[in-house]
């Protein structure tokens, strides 16, 4: 679903058939304006979605930005002004507001990862750990607060993971049988592939016929051997259980990648606010 279509549909999911406080209270030709009050630090994202929010519920509202997605932002800081009909900008508020707070968390949160592996070659990268319809701003966060994207979804990346291979019988024959899809759709994907120990990453490397290796709950002992083995000849990616506190020991093996699902799905959104300005 296309960005325009995600905030129409929440606009219709909020509003329905009228935002009936406002038209209640205020005056249809009161007219004001409010601006969007930081109140606690964070990497800021999702502006010019907060403009999208204001513009499609009243395209006559006059939005001024004054800071950019992927800038720090501290308390007291004023991110865009907003001004024309009252019971607009009050019926567009809480739905600006929600994008903006989730997307500023995600970004805060990827910021202060990838903060913790700076000066390392390991790239930090998001998974399909999303809100559902929400993943592009989701992953667009990410790549404010300074992560990468791994796939998008289910189809520009082949990624055999541990219930693949059993279904499948076992990691050759996963293996086999996605080389034969691909050449049978003639499709162009990256094969990626999970183990979940040593003697598994021996199997595929005796095989072959992958682009990347996803080391799956490896611990960084374990994972720096595993490196060392690969040894260049696939990319590598550490995923499962990494922390704050260890993502940096995880990093210092050499791994290519570190996937955490947690930039998404555990976040704390930004705390900011629309206020009326008297």
């Known amino acids: 679903m296309d960005i325009d279509r995600i905030i129409e549909e929440a606009i219709i999911e909020d509003i ?58 501290k308390p007291g800081d004023i991110v865009f002004t907003v001004e024309g009909c009252s019971i607009s900008i009050l019926s567009a508020e809480r739905l600006a507001l ?12 990827t910021n202060k990862l990838a903060s913790l592996i700076a000066g390392l070659n ?17 992953k667009y966060s990410v790549n404010v607060g300074g992560g990468e994207n ?3 979804g289910l189809y520009d990346m082949i990624m055999i993971k541990d219930n693949h291979i059993d279904f499948a019988g076992g990691i050759v024959p996963a293996i086999e049988s996605t080389k034969k899809y691909l050449t049978d759709k003639n499709k162009d994907l990256k094969i990626e592939i999970e ?14 016929g992958i682009d990347r290796i996803m080391l799956d709950n490896f611990t960084p002992e374990d994972l720096n051997k595993a490196v060392v083995i690969i040894d260049g000849k696939y990319e590598t990616e550490a995923s499962g259980g990494i922390t704050e506190k ?20 555990h976040i704390k959104s930004l705390d900011m606010s629309l206020l009326a300005v008297k």
């Open 122 to 138: 390991t790239k930090l990268l998001d998974t399909r750990k999303t809100t559902p319809l929400l993943r592009e701003l989701e």
């Open 195 to 208: 183990v979940k120990n040593l003697e598994e990453l021996e199997i595929v490397l005796n095989y072959g």
């Open 16 to 73: 329905g058939d009228g935002d009936h406080t406002s038209l209640a209270t205020i005056p249809a030709d009161k007219t004001g304006k409010a601006h969007l009050v930081i109140k606690e630090p964070g990497i800021l994202a999702g502006v010019d979605i907060a403009e999208m929010v204001f513009s499609k519920t009243d395209n006559s509202l006059k939005f001024q930005k004054l800071i950019s997605d992927g800038s720090e932002v």
């Open 150 to 152: 791994h796939r998008m």
């Open 98 to 109: 929600n994008f903006m707070q989730r997307m500023s968390g995600i970004a805060t949160y």
């Open 246 to 265: 260890t993502i940096r020991r995880y990093a210092e093996t050499g791994v290519d990648y570190i996937s955490v699902g947690a930039l998404t799905h």
